[in-house]
């Protein structure tokens, strides 16, 4: 007997907002709520719906699993979108995050090793100096009584840390107050994500004035790019030994880059550097202004992680060996409950590279599908009070579940190579913070209540913080 196959579901048969004529859903959305019009939309149309802005339409799926089992198809199935990839390379960012077959395979095992745990550990000495910088800073701001303002100084701790595990150089952002490379990234990533959402590339053609601005900065980010170059060039003159043994990932892009028949070009070389300054700056800052701020919010579980980590640290003023972050597990699920809770990913777009299917819906060639990571793990089917922020779920026999349904760092062979990284630094700056201060208030600078803002990182209106020293 034929075995019945059961039809694929062709994209117009899809559910979906009802889209105008020309501009389809784009008078819809705002570009900081875009995230949070996506989830309104899933909460009305199901796990998978269509919508389109301009002439661009988007299959959204929202199911993890469904969302796993798609990103484990890359490379060859899914990959970046060429709007962000295009866009990306064009402003100096088509390193790992932007390339996709090829270009993309060739990167991604040198990004790899560069960030492995036991690099990684290498690196703490300098990661335990750039803390206690951090708390330096911190700490002449509570005596004179001043707000801190949060993002700003984890972002000058982040970059710290990026620059000095991944180039080699201690910038030392967070004891300058001169031009800061921050300053810069801090237009160049909002931009990013407007040029990827905008109806056609019409900076190709013609420049309006915040595309001029761009410009602006985009040259004195690529200065800073070229300094690490050339500084880690100069290293690898006085010891030419580092060409056999590269110590961080600069080192061994430009010994790759040096080889006959060589994998890199300067160019790969500095869309890299650009794309670990992005990418390791924005994410592990946001998740951390986050963190803290939704600790603020219940000072019970403040008070907990505060005992943990003194505890942990005994008498020491601040983390200096591995394994007292090791220690810290209740910081740890207090982290992954902020990612579950505050994705600073809460979407993935992605574009199918051939014809495939999707949860029985048939994908044809160049469709656009976006990936909502934040449903699945806030699904009240799977677990239970899934709005409140119980960094216990993480700990309990039954974790299992939400382990699998919250996904911040990605899936399949293109997840977030700066995980271990990045879990590292937020054990390092929260263990920072509470073993040399009481946090007294967290709030929005404007006085208004927090939102969230996607841009590229969906990030928390800016923040400042009041602490007093211990
Ligand atoms: C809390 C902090 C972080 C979060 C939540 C985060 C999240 C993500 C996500 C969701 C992706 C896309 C994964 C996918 O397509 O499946 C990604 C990719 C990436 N992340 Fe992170 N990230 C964080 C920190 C970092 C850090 C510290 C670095 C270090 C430089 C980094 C470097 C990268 C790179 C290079 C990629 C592109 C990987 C590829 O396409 O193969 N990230 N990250």
């Known amino acids: ?45 199901g796990d998978i719906y269509r919508m389109r802005i301009w ?50 395979r060739r990167q991604r095992p040198m990004v790899m090793a560069a960030f492995d745990p036991g690099h990684i550990k290498r690196y703490f000495p300098s990661l335990v100096q750039v803390s206690a910088r951090l708390a330096a800073r911190w700490t002449r701001a509570a005596r004179a009584g001043e707000a801190v303002p949060l993002q700003q100084d984890l972002m000058r701790y982040t970059v710290d840390v990026i620059a000095g595990l991944a180039f080699g150089t201690d910038i030392n952002t967070l004891e300058g107050e001169q031009d800061v490379i921050q300053r810069h990234m801090d237009k160049i990533f909002p931009m990013l994500f407007r040029r990827t959402l905008a109806p056609f590339p019409y900076w190709r053609h013609f420049k309006l004035p915040a595309d001029r601005r761009l410009d602006v900065h985009l040259q004195a980010f690529r200065a800073a790019v070229q300094e690490f170059i050339a500084t880690a060039r100069e290293r690898m003159r006085a010891q030419p030994a580092l060409r056999e043994s590269p110590t961080n990932l600069i080192e061994a892009m430009l010994a790759a880059r040096d080889q006959p028949g060589n994998a890199l070009t300067d160019e790969d070389v500095a869309a890299n550097v650009a794309t670990m300054l992005l990418a390791g700056e924005d994410t592990t800052a946001h998740t951390l202004a986050w963190m803290i701020w939704l600790l603020a919010q219940q000072p019970a579980l403040l008070r ?55 949860a029985g819906v048939a994908i044809p060639q160049g469709t656009l599908c976006i990936f909502l990571m934040r449903p699945g793990a806030m699904d009240g089917r799977r677990f ?40 590292l630094e937020i054990k390092m700056a929260m263990a920072t913070l509470l073993a040399r201060f009481d946090v007294l208030s967290v709030e929005a600078a404007d006085g208004a209540p927090v939102q969230e803002q996607l841009a590229f990182t969906m990030q928390p209106t800016p923040l400042r913080m009041r602490i007093a020293a211990r």
């Open 1 to 45: 007997m034929p075995v019945a196959i059961a039809p694929m579901t062709r994209i117009a048969e899809l559910p979906g907002p009802p889209a105008l004529p020309m501009i389809g859903n784009a008078h819809q959305i705002s570009r900081p709520l875009f995230h949070q019009r996506l989830e309104a939309w899933q909460r009305a149309y």
């Open 304 to 358: 907990r992680a505060q005992e943990e980590v003194r505890q942990a640290l005994g008498d020491d003023p601040l983390p200096t060996r591995i394994e007292q972050l090791a220690a810290l597990a209740f910081v740890e699920a207090c982290a992954h409950e902020t990612m579950r809770l505050k994705p600073v990913a809460p979407l993935l777009p992605q574009q199918a590279e051939h014809d495939t299917s999707v």
């Open 55 to 104: 002439a661009r339409e988007f299959v959204v799926f929202a199911d993890p699993h469904v969302a796993a089992e798609a990103l484990r198809e890359r490379p060859g199935t899914f990959g970046r979108t060429e709007r962000v990839s295009t866009t990306a390379t064009e402003m100096g960012f088509g390193g790992l995050f932007a390339s996709n077959g090829e270009k993309w």
């Open 384 to 423: 239970a009070d899934p709005e409140r922020f119980d960094p216990d779920r993480w700990l309990r026999a039954d974790a299992s579940s939400v382990k699998r349904a919250s996904m911040p760092f990605g899936a399949g062979p293109r997840m977030c190579p700066g995980r271990y990284l990045a879990l």
